[in-house]
Nanobody, 120 residues
């Protein structure tokens, strides 16, 4: 079963940091463009950050230099470093990646998500 497994979420205070990780399962041969989306209760899902296989980065307007996306292709892992967190960053953060399996099937996969809560 193809999986993207996220970790690193939690409850923090405003101004603190978190680092999210998203790792692809062993049956994923290549891990191409990948990124993070978030969805807060009652709101639409929005792009947080995206990184191409070559390392080009795209961020949502609300990030404003606070977050940084990176990847380790050997580990098939994408990271999201989040600094200066605000209460409005509270949401479920989900990883999405365009993958190709060992069976040579290509598709976009989603992880289950990791909850980020920012509160004093």
């Amino acid at each position: 079963q193809v999986q993207l497994v996220e970790s690193g979420g939690g409850l923090v205070q405003p101004g603190e940091s978190l680092r999210l990780s998203c790792t692809a399962s062993a049956n994923i041969r290549t891990f191409n463009n990948a990124g993070w989306y978030r969805q807060a209760p009652g709101k639409q899902r929005e792009l947080v950050a995206m990184i191409s296989v070559g390392g080009s980065e795209t961020y949502g307007d609300f990030v404003k230099g606070r977050f940084a996306i990176s990847r380790d292709n050997a580990k098939k892992t994408v990271y999201l470093q989040m600094n200066s967190l605000k209460p409005e960053d509270t949401a479920m953060y989900c990883c999405k990646a365009w993958v190709r399996t060992v069976a040579d099937v290509a598709f976009s996969a989603w992880g289950q998500g990791t909850q980020v809560s920012v509160s004093a």
